[in-house]
Each structure stands twice: as structure tokens, then as C-alpha cells.
């Protein structure tokens, strides 16, 4: 299944099933939210340090062989800083003899907060990003753990097309998948232990006020 699905406007794209007519269009104009509980029972040492990956975006291009990811939000080992990043990477096994990024980005794609004193083992915490896009473009990245905002930060807005495209090409379909936890592709042995919560992937900006509000609600409410 896919989050989203972006057709050319000569795209041969049958749509079944879902609500409304067409597709969703991504990313969202104005910003969205994603919201998640976890509970980490271990962390990884130093010799076998593995992040906590949350959310890993990417999109598929029906005119291109790669996939491109879009988003990602983890926390780094050993280091414990939630990092969220909108560089477009190709979404490929990693090489853990690398140290560093694949490629530097020019402009500001990925923010970092320090929640080293915030994070308790087995203790349930929620988290909540939040990306705003004003009407000059500007966008401006929120960080809510527990209720309470940890950091923010201007960041650039995942771009329109993937692979540093600036167009469509009018019978491309373009289709945008999320993962949650560590992706197949990117896991390894370690002594990391940890467990996800319920989880939403929001198509709106979202107040502090219902961030505050999931958080009292607790990791055991799923819905009315």
C-alpha cells in the first residue's frame, strides 16, 4: 500500500477503492504531523551502536530505477539525538564502514535535538514532529516528547519531485511508501531492544494543545 500517489496528467493510473476522487496528492501543502509512543527496554553499546528508527519516507518513480527517501526520524546511537531529515537519498543498504553521510546537502535538510536526559528505560514516551509551511515557503520544525516541546528549527520542506527533479514527466506515476521501524534493508545485529506504540502519519500542522492532549490520553488509547 502506498501513503500517497502522484500521477502525470497522461498517466495511465486506474484508481481503486479509497474515499473521494483522484489521489492524494504529497507532500502535504501546508504541513503535517507525525505522532508515535515507544518504550526503549535497551540501548545499543558502543560496538554495536544501531539508531532508532521511527519513520523512514520514500517515493518510487514509474520512470526512474531508484527510490529516493524523503523523510526520515530516529534517534542516533550512541549519541541519542532525535534527528529528522528531509534529504533526498537513494533508499539503499547502508555500508557500515561508511562514516558519515552518503552526500552533504547544501541547505538545511536535517535538524538535531539532544534528548539523552529525556529517554528512561521502560519508561512509554510520546513523540511528536511537526512540519509547518508558511505561505512564503518558509517551513519550521516542532519536537514534542512527552507533551512538551524539546526543540525548533527552520528546515527545508521535502521538495515536490524526487532525484532532484523540478517537473513531472506527464506519464509518470509517482508513489510514496512509509515504513515504520528500521527498514529490512537497514538492520543489524545489536543489543538495541525497543518497542513502538500506536502511530499516526497526520495531514495537518497540529496544535500544541492536541499534542498535550494524545499525550494525557496515553499509549493505550487507540480510539473512540
Known sequence: PTLATVIGSNADFPIAGGIGDGCRGFPPPAGFTYSTWFTIVSFSSAFDAHPLRF???FRHTSKMEK??????????????????????????????NESG??????ALTSVEFDISKYLLLGQWHHLAVVLSKDARKNTT????????????????YIQTFPGMHFSLDSS????????IGTPQIWKQRSSLVWRLGPTCLLEEVTPLETVQAIYRLGPNYLGN
Open 55 to 57: 519513520l523512514t519516507l
Open 67 to 96: 527510490d529516493f527517501t524523503c523523510l526520515s526520524v530516529r534517534i542516533s546511537a550512541p549519541e541519542k539525538r532525535l534527528v529528522i531529515s528531509t534529504q533526498e537519498e537513494v533508499f539503499e543498504p547502508l555500508d557500515w
Open 101 to 106: 553521510p552518503a552526500q552533504q546537502s547544501s
Open 141 to 156: 520544525v516542532l519536537a514534542y516528547l512527552n507533551g512538551s516541546v524539546i526543540g525548533t528549527a527552520k528546515i527545508q
Open 172 to 179: 509518470a506515476v509517482i508513489d510514496v511508501h512509509g515504513i
